[in-house]
């Protein structure tokens, strides 16, 4: 089975300062690792992924996202927080071995960042 | 390039009732994935159709049911709708079951 886990519903910051919004997960295999931003009454948006190689990986809109595999994680970070980066943001994986191609996806962390 | 396309965007129904929602995927991609997001939740997979045919199934009661058309566009179906059936539905597309999901909008159901 595969799940993914939020801790935090909401991540408060100021704009300028360095943001972090935490995901682990659990997979049996290999992890395919995701992270999406969702504004409201809107859908889904990729930001960036990890499928291999680099455990650093870069994405969209400035944000990037550190695979540790001894900690089961795929923190969300960027350098310095907009107040346009405010919004839901979500993890989600799926372990290709497991055979399934659905990813599962996190309760949703809300960031918030103050001018 | 239109992305995914789902209507209606905003639908109200009342308890008991049939409703049909629409989805038209990404151009190039071949499958079709249907998520419930509830108010304050992440997106719960409801089925993925693939080749016209229901590919992987979510844990949902047999009223959500759905079909694939020959271009690839789908349509989830709920019977006897429920308050709690109240929801974002999702649509996502992607080629050939891998990932590099595309989400559409969505379509706000109510029902009262």
């Known amino acids: 089975a595969q799940s993914v886990a939020q801790p935090e519903d909401q991540v408060n910051v100021a704009e300028g300062n360095p943001l972090t919004v935490k995901c682990t997960y659990s997979v049996s295999g290999n992890p395919y690792l995701f992270w999406y931003v969702q504004y409201p009454n809107r859908g889904l948006q990729f930001l960036l992924k990890y499928i291999t190689g680099d455990n650093l990986v870069k994405g969209s809109y400035g944000f990037e996202a550190e695979f540790n595999k001894s900690q089961t994680s795929f923190h969300l970070k960027k350098p310095s927080a907009l107040v346009s980066d405010s919004a839901l943001y979500f993890c989600a994986v799926f372990d290709k071995a497991g055979g399934s191609y659905i990813p599962t996806f996190g309760r949703g962390t809300s960031l918030i960042v103050h001018p | 390039d239109a992305g995914v396309t789902q209507s209606p965007t905003h639908l109200i129904k009342t308890r008991g009732q049939q409703v049909t929602l629409r989805c038209s995927p990404k151009?190039?991609?071949?499958?079709v994935s249907w998520y419930q997001q509830a108010l304050g939740q992440g997106p719960q997979f409801i089925f993925q159709?693939?080749?016209?045919?229901?590919?992987q199934r979510g844990n949902f009661p047999d009223r959500f049911s759905g079909h694939q058309f020959p271009n690839y566009s789908s349509e989830l179906n709920v019977n006897a709708l429920l308050l709690g059936d109240s929801a974002l539905y999702l649509c996502?597309?992607?080629?050939?079951?891998?990932?590099?999901?595309?989400f559409g909008s969505g379509t706000r159901l109510t029902v009262v």
């Open positions: 159709y693939y080749e016209e045919e229901e590919r």
């Open positions: 996502a597309s992607s080629l050939a079951r891998v990932e590099g999901y595309t």
């Open positions: 151009s190039g991609h071949d499958t």
